[in-house]
């Protein structure tokens, strides 16, 4: 067994492969900014739980007994327990390496895509644990079927060799992995150039050693090269092998039918009866029946931050969502106006630099689907840190948006614009808060319930 040290172990990805390793009965320490800051403490206090050790990030933890240093993208040279490793002459493993080294000597299935890689990852988690056949999980998000008192629900650890993950193509480190199934949901710019994706995708699917699974709908992950694999495509248009008939999409669930079999979901949107399908398909290689992976999903309680009812108060319900490219944006968008409310939208935008990568298709993105009373409330870009070029504000954006006609209020600091949200609802609307990389925004969420319930003392 060894010993590793994670540099902000708090982060969803960090904190699934930390959980993972102390289930396997590995020593795991590791530091973060969000607790030298007094946040995040739930997410601490469960790994404390769990048998983790932490320390401020100021070096101290990284003694001369540790095995390993992880770190993700985010952390950079300057660190202080980089640097202490450094100094010391401790190997620094990068998150996806070691997620890459887990991952490969297990029977692995790896789920990638620009959006609904989390969802999937989970739906497919959630249908092998009900089938009995014990799996592990890594995910960026939450399953909340498998969150506890000592787990964040972001890792299952079974007793078979079974690891379904979530794998990332933003960093390129997609190309990792070799799984026994590969699975890609869609394919849009997100985080790098469509061209480039499809090179990272085809990488991937290269080195799968059993099935591909691939969404007949999107027309960059439908034309891959398939490099001579076994393939199934899934479709909500009756183009792929494996396809949804007889949709009905409601505000909060969804019901279809595959090959005469009746499905419902308890999460909303047509993108989550494409993202079962997808589980579904995927499942199959491990000859689970079509009907007790339906009786899984009817079971599936959905990921923490997407399309996560908060509260209600006044007549208005609150809605945490990890909302942050287009692609995701607009599912969340089309989910919402399945309900004939008014939407009160808060998009907070993570990074400098994929802002301005993504300006045009954000603009776009608000422009052709919020309705014309919803109203948009944007902060300033998030800075988590590091060198940029700060030259672009959210509120060019803004301007961009309101052109069209739209209202659209930018206020530099997000705590100026809880009050805001909750002094322009009424009954029946629903406040959406869109983000990623930024744990505190469900905290934000619960800002503003407690000022819908200030105006709302008697409801």
Same mark, same amino acid.
């Given at each position: 067994?060894?010993?590793?040290?994670?540099?902000?172990?708090?982060?969803?990805?960090?904190?699934?492969?930390?959980?993972?390793?102390?289930?396997?009965?590995?020593?795991?320490?590791?530091?973060?900014? #969000?607790?030298?800051?007094?946040?995040?403490?739930?997410?601490?206090? *469960?790994?404390?739980?769990?048998?983790?050790?932490?320390?401020?990030?100021?070096?101290?933890?990284?003694?001369?007994?540790?095995?390993?240093?992880?770190?993700?993208?985010a952390i950079e040279d300057t660190v202080p327990d980089m640097r202490?490793?450094?100094?010391?002459?401790?190997?620094? *493993?990068?998150?996806?390496?070691?997620?890459?080294?887990?991952?490969?000597?297990?029977?692995?299935?790896?789920?990638?895509?620009?959006?609904?890689?989390?969802?999937?990852?989970?739906?497919?988690?959630?249908?092998?644990?009900?089938?009995?056949?014990?799996?592990?999980?890594?995910?960026?998000?939450?399953?909340?079927?498998? %969150?506890?008192?000592?787990?964040?629900?972001?890792?299952?650890?079974?007793?078979?060799?079974? /690891?379904?993950?979530?794998?990332?193509?933003?960093?390129?480190?997609?190309?990792?992995?070799?799984?026994?199934?590969?699975? %890609?949901?869609?394919?849009?710019?997100? +985080?790098?150039?469509?061209?480039?994706?499809?090179?990272?995708?085809?990488?991937?699917?290269?080195?799968?050693?059993? /099935?591909?699974? /691939?969404?007949?709908?999107?027309?960059?992950?439908?034309?891959?090269?398939?490099?001579?694999?076994?393939?199934?495509?899934? #479709?909500?248009?009756?183009?792929?092998?494996?396809?949804?008939?007889?949709?009905?999409?409601?505000?909060? #669930?969804s019901t279809f039918r595959v090959n005469g079999i009746p499905c419902?979901?308890?999460?909303?949107?047509? +993108?989550? %009866? #494409?993202?079962?399908?997808?589980?579904?398909?995927?499942?199959?290689?491990?000859?689970?029946?079509?009907? %007790?992976?339906?009786?899984?999903?009817?079971?599936?309680?959905?990921?923490?931050?997407?399309?996560?009812?908060?509260?209600?108060?006044?007549?208005?319900?609150?809605?945490?969502?990890?909302?942050?490219?287009?692609?995701?944006?607009?599912?969340?968008?089309?989910?919402?106006?399945?309900?004939?409310?008014?939407?009160?939208?808060?998009?907070?935008?993570?990074?400098?630099?994929?802002?301005?990568?993504?300006?045009?298709?954000?603009?776009?993105?608000?422009?052709? +689907?919020?309705?014309?009373?919803?109203?948009?409330?944007?902060?300033?870009?998030?800075?988590?840190?590091?060198?940029?070029?700060?030259?672009?504000?959210?509120?060019?954006?803004?301007?961009?948006?309101?052109?069209?006609?739209?209202?659209?209020?930018?206020?530099?600091?997000?705590?100026?614009?809880?009050?805001?949200?909750?002094?322009?609802?009424?009954?029946?609307?629903?406040?959406?808060v869109m983000g990623a990389r930024d744990d505190t925004l469900t905290?934000?969420?619960?800002?503003?319930?407690?000022?819908?319930?200030?105006?709302?003392?008697?409801?």
């Amino acid at each position: 067994m060894s010993t590793y040290f994670f540099i902000g172990i708090g982060g969803s990805g960090m904190s699934a492969i930390a959980q993972m390793l102390l289930g396997e009965g590995h020593t795991v320490r590791g530091s973060d900014r #969000s607790l030298d800051q007094g946040k995040g403490g739930a997410t601490f206090d *469960l790994l404390r739980a769990g048998g983790a050790r932490l320390f401020p990030q100021d070096g101290s933890g990284v003694s001369p007994d540790t095995d390993f240093v992880v770190v993700s993208t985010a952390i950079e040279d300057t660190v202080p327990d980089m640097r202490a490793a450094r100094d010391a002459g401790i190997p620094v *493993l990068h998150r996806s390496e070691l997620l890459a080294e887990i991952f490969n000597r297990r029977n692995g299935i790896a789920v990638g895509g620009t959006s609904g890689k989390s969802t999937v990852t989970g739906m497919i988690a959630v249908i092998l644990d009900h089938a009995g056949l014990s799996p592990s999980a890594i995910n960026g998000g939450k399953i909340k079927n498998f %969150v506890s008192e000592t787990s964040l629900g972001n890792t299952l650890v079974g007793s078979s060799d079974i /690891l379904v993950i979530e794998s990332d193509e933003s960093d390129g480190s997609i190309v990792n992995y070799k799984p026994e199934v590969s699975l %890609v949901t869609n394919i849009t710019k997100d +985080h790098k150039p469509v061209p480039e994706l499809r090179d990272l995708f085809e990488i991937f699917i290269g080195n799968t050693n059993g /099935l591909v699974v /691939l969404n007949a709908d999107c027309p960059e992950a439908s034309t891959l090269d398939r490099c001579g694999k076994a393939t199934v495509t899934f #479709s909500l248009k009756g183009n792929g092998d494996f396809n949804a008939g007889g949709v009905e999409l409601k505000p909060l #669930s969804s019901t279809f039918r595959v090959n005469g079999i009746p499905c419902r979901l308890n999460v909303p949107g047509a +993108h989550n %009866v #494409s993202n079962a399908l997808a589980a579904v398909a995927a499942c199959r290689h491990f000859d689970v029946p079509e009907r %007790v992976a339906f009786e899984a999903l009817e079971q599936f309680k959905g990921i923490a931050r997407r399309y996560d009812i908060v509260g209600r108060a006044g007549g208005i319900t609150v809605i945490d969502d990890f909302g942050h490219n287009p692609d995701k944006i607009r599912a969340t968008l089309k989910t919402l106006a399945l309900g004939a409310q008014r939407n009160l939208l808060f998009f907070q935008s993570h990074g400098f630099g994929p802002t301005r990568f993504m300006r045009q298709e954000l603009v776009s993105v608000f422009s052709s +689907h919020m309705k014309k009373n919803d109203i948009l409330f944007v902060p300033e870009i998030y800075y988590a840190g590091g060198t940029a070029d700060k030259s672009l504000s959210m509120s060019d954006i803004a301007k961009d948006i309101q052109s069209s006609g739209l209202e659209v209020i930018f206020r530099d600091k997000r705590a100026d614009l809880a009050p805001l949200i909750a002094d322009a609802g009424a009954p029946g609307d629903i406040v959406c808060v869109m983000g990623a990389r930024d744990d505190t925004l469900t905290h934000f969420c619960r800002d503003i319930l407690n000022h819908l319930r200030e105006l709302h003392p008697d409801e």
